[in-house]
């Protein structure tokens, strides 16, 4: 049985860091390759980045470049998502998801949010 498990999550002021953790089982971790993502209250989930199944390279949404960070820890079968710079509207309940795309385009399924296995999510509220 697959799982994948968020946390990390928590109350933070605008202009914090936080880092949530995606920590899988029941896969073979370094096979997949692993997706952050979010929902706000009345919005659709939204994309924010993907890792590659080696951790070596990263595509991220152009909304959290250069804020968000995702890494990869194979041997810990944990996803990371550390936060800098939060602001009001990164409030949501954050996502991990698994997906075993190879190719060019191996981060395309998860960034349409088509992964193969689905975290329950943990909330990020920031505060002003």
């Known amino acids: 049985q697959v799982q994948l498990v968020e946390s990390g999550g928590g109350l933070v002021q605008a202009g914090g860091s936080l880092r949530l953790s995606c920590v899988a089982s029941g896969l073979t971790f370094s096979a997949y390759n692993m997706g952050w993502f979010r929902q706000a209250p009345g919005k659709e989930r939204e994309f924010l980045g993907v890792?590659?199944?080696?951790?070596?390279?990263?595509y991220y949404a152009d909304s959290v470049k250069g804020r968000f960070t995702i890494a990869k820890d194979n041997a810990k079968n944990t996803v990371y998502l550390q936060m800098n710079n939060l602001k009001p509207e990164d409030t949501a309940v954050y996502y991990c998801a698994a997906d075993t795309s190879y190719g060019i385009l191996w981060y395309m399924n998860l960034e349409k949010l088509r992964g193969d296995y689905w975290g329950q999510g943990t909330q990020v509220t920031v505060s002003s």
């Open positions: 890792i590659h199944r080696s951790a070596s390279r990263t």
